[in-house]
């Protein structure tokens, strides 16, 4: 499909584990535990056109990751929402429905998504690792010293999963992740 910026096409989860349970039936555990990796890389040296794939791995299957999604753009998406907008949908289905092989119905669950800083702020739609409120784990306000973003305190109030949740965050979120 067609995104500001560049194209996405989507695979599917169900597909990619189809793919691989086709070929060794015996890989795969009753329940799939699912782990995701999101990340922008360069498509060449010479060239601004960059790769978004969105990977998975099912976890205690003795397999490869496979592709469910691929964005190729000459930047990353422009639109967190365009990006994800089909991988939500295919997940939330997968989840709710499970994935049926072979008149088996495995039930599938989210283990994590597995991303580098730079990508973890992206598919949250948090403020980056460098900038003020960039921290991950607590809500201090970073100090600039040095050419470089610290938080040197080491006792301040960490974030949790409900509080971002809640949207309380405004200083470190730019707003919704499809993720929700």
Known sequence: AGQ???????FGIASGVEAFANA??????AQLKLQFNLDGLPLFKSSSMEFWPI???????????????????TKKPVSIE?????????LVDVLRNGITLNDFLYKVTVD???????????????????GYFGC?????EGD?????????????ILRTDEQFSKSTYEEHRRGPTPLS
């Open 136 to 140: 991950d784990k607590c809500v201090q």
């Open 144 to 156: 600039y010293f040095a050419n470089r973003m610290t938080f040197p305190c080491v006792d301040a």
């Open 55 to 73: 990977l998975c791995l099912v976890r205690d299957a003795n397999v490869a990751p496979f592709v469910v999604g691929l964005y190729c753009g």
């Open 24 to 29: 060794d039936s015996n890989s795969l555990p």
């Open 82 to 90: 365009e990006y994800l907008k089909e991988f939500v949908q295919d």
């Open 112 to 130: 994590c998504f597995i991303c580098d800083a730079p990508a973890r702020s992206y598919i949250k739609n948090v403020k980056g690792h460098s």
């Open 4 to 10: 500001e910026g560049g194209h996405y096409y989507h």
